[in-house]
């Protein structure tokens, strides 16, 4: 069983900062893309950042110059640097991966995490 675990989400004024980190244990045998979507109260889902395995990275239009998204291979953990944070940044923040349980998997299945949420408020 595949399990992603969030921490990191709390409480921030605005221009502070905050680091996300999601972490991946059980049956993985290869995780490919890993990113962050955020959720804001009666939004739909949306995607903040993405790494691929080799290292490349997507950004929203939103976030660019003020979000950094890395990889830990060896850990099975991304982590989401939040810097400049801005009200609107307010939301719970899902991790989401891309994971091979197994080396016969054929092909790999999205897994997400349970959230954590980023409030920016003064």
């Known amino acids: 069983q595949v399990q992603l675990v969030e921490s990191g989400g709390g409480l921030v004024q605005p221009g502070g900062s905050l680091r996300l980190s999601c972490a991946g244990s059980g049956s993985i045998f290869s995780i490919h893309v890993m990113a962050w979507y955020l959720q804001a109260p009666g939004k739909q889902r949306e995607l903040v950042a993405r790494?691929?395995?080799?290292?490349?990275?997507n950004y929203a239009d939103s976030v660019k110059g003020r979000f950094t998204i890395s990889r830990d291979n060896a850990k099975n953990t991304v982590y989401l640097q939040m810097n400049s944070l801005k009200p609107e940044d307010t939301a719970v923040y899902y991790c989401?991966?891309?994971?091979?349980?197994?080396?016969?998997?054929?092909?790999?299945?999205?897994?997400w995490g349970q959230g954590t949420q980023v409030t920016v408020s003064s």
């Open positions: 989401n991966a891309d994971i091979k349980p197994y080396s016969t998997s054929t092909y790999p299945s999205a897994y």
């Open positions: 790494i691929f395995s080799g290292g490349s990275t």
